[in-house]
């Protein structure tokens, strides 16, 4: 029988992480848990631990915690604790780690996401914030690592499984002639364009079909969710800005499609389910149960697609023109989106001044060469300043 393969769960107190832990435990005796991590929910991240009994949790938003190390002795729990982002890295990094599930929410991802490539890890990215940023030096460490990247979003696992695959089983774009991303259109496809000054974090976080994380439930409202993913789609798959597009399908049961040259369209459907793609990639290139239900279409009945709205959805734009600019312009972009959303959550602004804060951020931030770790976490910082200055303006102006 195989060794059991060394997990490491980035963000494991979030939506994914509970996902992901979910599939592993129906699979105990495939895999062993090597570290999990939180940001600062420590008493879930112990709860977890005590479960688990993972040989390493990391708590990256505080540099101690007495109680928390107190509470796991107490369990007879074994579990060591580590600290900061240095604590994030050392795990992602490990020689003793095999798999990365990397799903810490946002540029905070970035640096133990980059690690785990580095070394070489099978990298499972949901954290497609670190990939947008990074973009083309992301993709050189993957390569220069030897490492494997398997998506997890999931529209790139859709794509990733209807791609064709080389002598070496590696997904290619050799015959294809489009990717195209579904979308739900999120809680605001239909509600009159008027309203969506005047909704709240709330019913923007009330996605249809699925439950997720707060801010990628606000990247879905506002759509900068898919303009993230059509670049996170250009990278993963090598694909031209203009080859990849976006339908709107309310249902969430077609994930995604690939067109190829003959005219086929070859789509992955399930239910709207996240412990699909995560048992996916956790299996690669075998299969196993994800303990989702089985996909009733006939009780669905209807299937329906449109094309996105660019005045519902203006964000979106936004993304393709990032992509289109190059450089630093998508972690501009992402940045930008991280203040501008954070700042709705926290009441601060409109849903409808998102747009704006990130429009005003990307014409008054210089775009440079990303060509180095330095020049992105440059373009990032000033991003952020640059959009929280937009967002107190916006205050001031609305008081
Ligand atoms: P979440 O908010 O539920 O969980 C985020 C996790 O990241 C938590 O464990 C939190 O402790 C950790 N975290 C937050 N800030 C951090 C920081 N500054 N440093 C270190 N750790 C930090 O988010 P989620 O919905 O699970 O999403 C995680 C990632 O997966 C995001 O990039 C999201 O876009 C992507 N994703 C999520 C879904 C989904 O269905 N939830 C689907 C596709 C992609
Ligand atoms: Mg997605």
Request: hydrophobic residues 50%; neutral net charge; aromatic residues 4%.
């Amino acid at each position: 029988m195989t060794r059991p393969l060394s997990l490491c769960v980035l963000g494991a107190t979030g939506s994914i992480g509970a996902s992901t832990l979910d599939v592993v435990a129906r699979h105990a005796e495939r895999f062993s848990l090597f570290a999990l991590t939180a940001n600062g929910s420590s008493e879930r991240l112990v709860e977890l631990c005590v479960k688990h009994r993972p040989r390493y949790a990391v708590l990256s938003g505080c540099s101690s915690d007495e109680p928390a190390a107190r509470q796991l002795r107490q369990a007879g729990c074994k579990t060591e604790l580590l600290f900061g982002q240095a604590g994030l890295v050392a795990v992602a990094a490990a020689p003793e780690c095999d798999v990365v599930m990397a799903a810490i929410v946002g540029a905070a991802g970035l640096a133990p996401s980059l690690a785990a490539a580095r070394a070489g890890k099978r990298v499972l990215l949901a954290n497609k914030e670190a990939l947008v940023m990074a973009g083309a030096l992301f993709m050189q460490a993957v390569r220069d690592g030897g490492a494997q990247l398997l998506p997890i979003d999931s529209e790139h696992n859709a794509v990733f499984q209807c791609l064709p695959r080389d002598a070496a089983g590696r997904a290619h774009t050799g015959e294809v002639r489009r990717i195209v991303l579904t979308a739900s259109g999120g809680p605001f496809r239909a509600v009159p364009l008027e309203r969506l000054a005047v909704v709240t974090p709330e019913e923007a976080c009330a996605h249809p079909n699925w439950v997720m994380g707060r801010k990628i439930s606000v990247d879905s409202a506002t759509m900068m969710n898919k303009g993230l993913e059509v670049i996170e789609a250009c990278l993963l798959f090598g694909a031209t800005p203009g080859s990849v597009e976006v339908l709107i399908h309310p249902q969430s049961i077609v994930h995604s499609l690939v067109e190829y040259v003959d005219g086929t369209l070859l789509a992955q459907l399930s239910n709207p389910d996240m412990r699909i793609p995560i048992a996916h990639a956790l299996a690669f290139p075998q299969r196993f149960e994800s303990g989702a239900r089985a996909l009733d279409l006939a009780a669905i009945g209807q299937l329906s697609f449109e094309r996105p709205d660019a005045r519902r959805f203006p964000c979106l734009g936004l993304a393709y023109a990032a992509l289109r600019s190059g450089g630093t312009a998508p972690a501009i972009l992402n940045a930008a989106n991280e203040i501008a959303v954070a700042a709705f959550l926290a009441r601060r602004i409109r849903f409808s001044d998102i747009f704006m804060v990130i429009e005003a951020t990307l014409s008054g931030v210089a775009c440079t060469p990303a060509d180095d770790l330095d020049a992105v976490l440059a373009a990032d910082a000033a991003a952020r300043a640059a959009a929280a200055r937009c967002v107190a303006q916006t205050t001031e102006r609305a008081a």
